[in-house]
């Protein structure tokens, strides 16, 4: 039996991988079939039990091909590892469904679902590292796979057991899959009481995957569950994160997930514990609850499952959840670069100081721990913060703000709905009912956005910093920005003239043409509607669910364009790759 398993995992590896893809398929699509299809009581009680039987199935399978491997392999290797994990998760859940005791809460059938949607990301991560047989522009897939991610949700959406109430329309369906990828927030129908426990898991799992971008998820779950990456997906997933050396690509895939996946866990446990267990039936619904708000306060998204929003009468006043949520959007906003550049200093620092008290040695340090890139984001991003904090509590004091009996409520309420704006699209407050000016100020909020890098949109803050620098050093006669003790490259001042531009282009254009697909809407709502889709913030003044079909179309690809970014579109259909051998006299342009 051994010889017989040693030959078929040395010599036709490939072609059992290929049989478990199919198999989980299977598995996946029935599960899907059951769980977001299946209405007839008697027909689901059946489907139950074929999925359930195709779970233990999968494990059996995984569990002979990850321990055949390693006794083939006599050793455990980075490809073993998933399997490894897989078969730990699937006999976990085994041993709860059959023993109960301290591991009870993994008997629901949610758990085994998980299972199979695991089993099935894996096999489908085996195979999709495809990239060797084809030639892809990074920029082209880059768009396609929000496209294809964007149509999939979609899909999902349709399902009759997404929601409770009213079905979706195939437009309703599209525009909530595009805000989720987008990771916008705009919403045409109530997810807290219209959708399905099914339906909300839909949308977080749109949510992570749109916050952290397909390519990246896909290319971290491929290296994990294949084992490695070839030059050629080194190459295109270098060009996709923007990484110049070649051998940190991995590293920085890697990092990028590990990083978002820490902050959702310890943003998890800060919400879970800022929330009143009165408030929920369970404690499995208590802990969903605090995880699709991690993930969605994390990836910028706005996206809550509670009704009426964070204005809700339950949590308007609970300081400590808005709190909770917004280190989650803040720290989110940052960008993934700044984020670990924290912890590349931090590192520093703690080596620094056991060389020198603990081993009684010099410590060589290395030049710019903390990057320049990183230490203009934060000062940034810290103006930015503390501006508009400070204005929205001296603009809302005797509004808004009202309400909140205390200083320390005022000005948690204040931090919550500032920073909001700028991209995480949550409202604690009404924004029908806050000033005219503070409007203004939230519209400027979200149209100059968070950091490069990050799950946020916008025009980014750093773009407006270079802008407006630059404008000074003309008035001042310099040809070129100078920070700290660096001069800012052309290149860059031109990029953030372009963004800027073609943001404005863009914001302009979708309100023309909602005006004339919504005649009826006030301009103002319509305005605040288009910024909110292009800089995929996600604040409505709640006129969303009542637009025309046309309209939300047109949003859509607001988002879309917002998300992916007009620029990286120019570049991905128009960039010209020849090489120019010649240079063109110089001219100046009268101003």
């Known amino acids: 039996?051994?010889?017989?398993?040693?030959?078929?995992?040395?010599?036709?590896?490939?072609?059992?991988?290929?049989?478990?893809?199919?198999?989980?398929?299977?598995?996946?699509?029935?599960?899907?079939?059951?769980?977001?299809?299946?209405?007839?009581?008697?027909?689901?009680?059946?489907?139950?039990?074929?999925?359930?039987?195709?779970?233990y199935g999968l494990f059996l399978f995984e569990t002979i091909r990850t321990v055949s491997s390693i006794l083939v392999a006599r050793r455990?290797?980075?490809?073993?590892?998933?399997?490894?994990?897989?078969?730990?998760?699937?006999?976990?859940?085994?041993?709860?469904?059959?023993?109960?005791?301290?591991?009870?809460?993994?008997?629901?059938?949610?758990?085994?679902y998980m299972g199979i949607a695991i089993m099935f990301l894996s096999e489908l991560s085996r195979s999709s590292l495809f990239f060797d047989n084809f030639y892809f522009n990074p920029t082209i897939l880059f768009v396609v796979s929000f496209l294809g991610l964007i149509i999939l949700g979609a899909v999902l959406l349709?399902?009759?057991?997404?929601?409770?109430?009213a079905p979706l329309s195939f437009i309703d369906a599209f525009f909530m899959a595009t805000s989720a990828v987008c990771i916008t927030g705009l919403t045409v129908t109530d997810i807290s009481t219209n959708f399905s426990f099914f339906g909300q898991a839909v949308i977080m799992a749109l949510i992570q995957i749109g916050g952290l971008g397909i390519m990246t998820f896909t290319g971290f779950f491929g290296y994990f569950f294949s084992g490695g990456f070839s030059f050629k997906n080194q190459l295109m997933f270098?060009?996709?994160?923007?990484?110049?050396?070649?051998?940190?690509?991995?590293?920085?895939?890697?990092?990028?997930?590990?990083?978002?996946?820490?902050?959702?866990?310890?943003?998890?446990?800060?919400?879970?514990?800022?929330?009143?267990?009165?408030?929920?039936?369970?404690f499995g619904e208590r802990v969903f609850f605090a995880a699709f708000h991690a993930i969605s306060g994390f990836c910028n998204s706005g996206f809550t499952i509670i009704k009426e929003g964070i204005n809700n009468e339950n949590y308007r006043f609970n300081y400590?959840?808005?709190?909770?949520?917004?280190?989650?959007?803040?720290?989110?906003?940052?960008?993934?670069?700044?984020i670990f550049n924290f912890y590349t200093l931090i590192k520093a620092r703690i080596d620094a100081f056991i060389c020198k008290y603990i081993f009684q040695r010099n410590y060589i340090h290395r030049p710019q721990v903390f990057s320049f890139n990183s230490r203009f984001i934060v000062i940034c991003n810290l103006f930015v913060i503390i501006v508009a904090t400070i204005s929205y509590f001296l603009l809302?004091?005797?509004h808004s703000l009202i309400d909140d009996k205390t200083v320390y409520g005022d000005w948690v309420t204040s931090l919550f709905m500032a920073n909001s704006a700028r991209s995480a699209g949550f409202n604690s407050v009404n924004l029908n009912f806050i000033n005219i000016p503070t409007l203004i100020m939230v519209v400027t909020l979200?149209?100059?956005?968070?950091?490069?890098?990050?799950?946020?949109?916008?025009?980014?803050?750093?773009?407006?910093?270079?802008?407006?620098?630059?404008?000074?050093?003309?008035?001042?006669?310099?040809?070129?920005?100078?920070?700290?003790?660096?001069?800012?490259?052309?290149?860059?001042?031109?990029k953030s003239f372009a963004i800027i531009l073609l943001s404005?282009?863009?914001?302009?254009?979708?309100?023309?043409?909602?005006?004339?697909?919504?005649?009826?809407?006030?301009?103002?709502p319509l305005l605040f509607e288009t910024v909110s889709a292009y800089t995929t913030c996600g604040l409505s003044l709640g006129i969303t669910a009542s637009l025309s079909a046309t309209s939300k179309i047109i949003l859509m690809l607001t988002m879309f364009v917002g998300r992916v970014g007009m620029l990286t579109l120019l570049v991905a259909f128009i960039k010209n790759t020849k090489n120019k051998s010649y240079i063109y006299p110089t001219e100046k342009i009268l101003f």
């Not at 349709?158 to 109430?165: K, W």
């Not at 023309?512 to 697909?517: H, V």
Request: glycine share 8%; net charge negative; with cysteine.
């Open 76 to 112: 455990i290797d980075v490809s073993h590892y998933s399997g490894v994990v897989i078969t730990a998760y699937f006999l976990l859940v085994t041993i709860a469904r059959h023993s109960g005791g301290l591991i009870s809460t993994f008997e629901k059938d949610e758990w085994l």
């Open 396 to 398: 809302e004091k005797n």
């Open 238 to 282: 270098g060009e996709i994160l923007g990484e110049n050396k070649l051998n940190s690509v991995i590293s920085t895939l890697i990092t990028i997930i590990l990083i978002t996946f820490l902050f959702e866990f310890i943003g998890g446990l800060l919400i879970f514990f800022s929330l009143d267990p009165k408030l929920f039936d369970s």
């Open 504 to 524: 404005i282009l863009t914001i302009l254009f979708s309100f023309i043409l909602l005006n004339f697909s919504d005649p009826n809407q006030q301009m103002v």
């Open 446 to 494: 979200m149209w100059v956005g968070v950091s490069p890098g990050s799950t946020g949109g916008g025009v980014k803050v750093t773009t407006v910093a270079i802008a407006l620098m630059n404008i000074v050093a003309l008035a001042r006669g310099k040809e070129s920005i100078e920070v700290f003790k660096r001069k800012i490259a052309a290149e860059s001042v031109n």
């Open 1 to 55: 039996m051994f010889s017989f398993l040693k030959f078929i995992f040395r010599y036709h590896n490939k072609a059992v991988d290929q049989v478990l893809f199919y198999l989980s398929l299977i598995c996946a699509v029935t599960m899907v079939l059951h769980v977001g299809y299946i209405t007839d009581p008697e027909l689901a009680d059946i489907t139950q039990k074929i999925v359930i039987s195709m779970y």
């Open 158 to 165: 349709m399902l009759p057991r997404t929601t409770l109430e």
């Open 320 to 338: 400590n959840f808005q709190l909770a949520v917004s280190s989650m959007f803040i720290i989110g906003s940052l960008g993934f670069g700044t």
